[in-house]
């Protein structure tokens, strides 16, 4: 007997710029290899993704313009376009558009490399405006409303108790484990710890407060780096996956915590050292993103979602969690 509970699966990119069109080749992907292991309709993905990249766009966009000419906004889109092509997986996109990024001057713009600063603004300047800042923590509320206003359109699609399956590239890995850490704080503290406006955008039910969070995926993961922010004790304590709570909502359901990482992203870090608590709660595992062109250079960072061996081990995982339901649902029947 197979479950009628739907899976809902949040998916979540890194630093980036505004690409609708990001997701399209990953759910495909997803959907593809669920079904085919799985047996069932690729209707019991429930899937929403978090675009985080449009509450930094402008920003971005306005510090480009102080320094450029107005005309410069043909140079600014063939870059965005550039980005988009790479992000379905055309590896060979890659070549021009890093001659386009090494173009050393732009009519109008005293500073050299325009293309550079260009990546800079949109790639390094995410990292950088994600940072908490209580004095003024508008970008860092900001991308977590977007997260909060996901798992709430989730929730409209699977059901207040569906299991939670988050899917986070680069910088999307440390914003999806802030969020779930912040929720499993919040709780723990028995009182607000969210701002304010975060959580007014955030929902009521057991998915939208992060208890059914079953399984953390991470690609290309940077969060290593982001060790250094806090003081040692705090690596041992992870954002806990699964949830707490789950076994209350799924008792027949298996968490985990899968890191994937290519070798030769520089980006990319294993977990597992950081920490005892993170060697106990995290499985690395290494991968190769990327065609021939490029998968024996540090430029495999963008190419996870489109890499079908990755995309194949997520939705084998997520056929596994939904045998897991269909059996418990199978033994209460």
Same mark, same amino acid.
């Given at each position: 007997?197979?479950? %009628?509970q739907? @899976?809902?699966?949040?998916i979540?990119h890194? /630093?980036?710029?505004?690409?609708? =069109?990001?997701?399209d080749?990953?759910? *495909?992907l997803?959907?593809k290899?669920?079904?085919?292991?799985?047996?069932?309709?690729?209707?019991?993905?429930?899937?929403?993704?978090v675009?985080w !990249?449009?509450?930094?766009?402008?920003?971005?966009?306005?510090l480009?313009? *102080?320094y450029?000419?107005?005309?410069?906004?043909?140079?600014?889109?063939?870059?965005?376009?550039?980005?988009?092509?790479?992000?379905?997986?055309?590896?060979?996109?890659?070549?021009?558009?890093?001659?386009?990024?090494?173009?050393?001057? @732009?009519?109008g713009?005293?500073? #050299?490399?325009?293309?550079?600063r260009w990546? @800079?603004?949109?790639f390094?300047?995410?990292? /950088?405006?994600?940072?908490?800042?209580?004095?003024?923590?508008?970008?860092?509320?900001?991308?977590? %409303?977007?997260?909060?206003?996901?798992l709430g359109?989730l %929730?409209?699609?699977?059901?207040?108790?569906a $299991?939670?399956?988050v899917?986070?590239?680069?910088? =999307?890995?440390?914003? !999806?484990s802030?969020y779930?850490?912040?929720?499993?704080?919040? %709780?723990? !503290?028995?009182?607000?710890?969210?701002?304010e406006?975060?959580?007014?955008?955030?929902?009521?039910?057991p998915?939208? #407060?992060?208890e059914?969070?079953?399984h953390?995926?991470t690609?290309?993961? $940077?969060?290593?780096?982001?060790?250094l922010?806090? $003081?040692?004790a705090?690596?041992?304590?992870?954002?806990?996956v699964?949830?707490?709570?789950?076994?209350r909502?799924?008792? +027949? @359901?298996?968490?985990?915590?899968?890191?994937?990482?290519?070798?030769?992203?520089?980006?990319?870090?294993?977990?597992?050292?950081?920490?005892?608590?993170?060697?106990?709660?995290?499985?690395?595992?290494?991968v190769r993103?990327? +065609? $021939?062109?490029?998968?024996?250079?540090?430029?495999?960072?963008?190419f996870?979602?489109?890499?079908?061996?990755?995309?194949?081990?997520? +939705?084998t995982?997520l056929?596994?969690?939904?045998?897991q339901?269909?059996?418990?649902?199978?033994?209460?029947?």
């Amino acid at each position: 007997m197979q479950t %009628r509970q739907k @899976l809902a699966v949040l998916i979540i990119h890194g /630093i980036e710029v505004d690409d609708p =069109g990001l997701f399209d080749t990953a759910v *495909r992907l997803l959907r593809k290899h669920f079904g085919e292991d799985a047996e069932a309709a690729t209707e019991a993905l429930a899937v929403e993704t978090v675009n985080w !990249a449009s509450v930094l766009e402008g920003a971005e966009q306005d510090l480009l313009a *102080r320094y450029a000419p107005a005309d410069a906004d043909a140079y600014w889109k063939s870059l965005h376009d550039s980005v988009r092509t790479v992000n379905q997986g055309h590896e060979s996109a890659l070549v021009p558009m890093m001659l386009r990024l090494m173009r050393p001057s @732009l009519r109008g713009m005293d500073l #050299r490399y325009p293309g550079l600063r260009w990546m @800079l603004v949109h790639f390094v300047g995410d990292i /950088i405006a994600y940072q908490a800042n209580p004095a003024d923590p508008d970008v860092y509320t900001g991308i977590h %409303r977007k997260v909060a206003e996901a798992l709430g359109r989730l %929730r409209e699609q699977a059901g207040d108790t569906a $299991p939670l399956f988050v899917i986070a590239h680069s910088l =999307g890995s440390v914003i !999806a484990s802030n969020y779930f850490y912040d929720l499993q704080a919040q %709780r723990l !503290a028995g009182r607000d710890i969210i701002e304010e406006t975060v959580r007014a955008a955030q929902g009521g039910s057991p998915l939208e #407060r992060g208890e059914t969070l079953s399984h953390f995926f991470t690609l290309g993961s $940077p969060m290593a780096l982001w060790s250094l922010r806090y $003081p040692r004790a705090e690596l041992d304590q992870p954002v806990q996956v699964p949830a707490p709570e789950l076994a209350r909502h799924h008792p +027949g @359901l298996v968490g985990r915590w899968l890191n994937f990482h290519d070798e030769d992203d520089i980006f990319a870090w294993p977990l597992q050292p950081l920490s005892e608590a993170y060697h106990a709660a995290v499985e690395d595992r290494a991968v190769r993103v990327a +065609g $021939p062109l490029f998968s024996w250079t540090p430029l495999v960072h963008p190419f996870y979602w489109s890499d079908d061996g990755v995309m194949r081990d997520i +939705g084998t995982s997520l056929a596994g969690a939904w045998k897991q339901l269909s059996s418990s649902t199978a033994a209460a029947a």
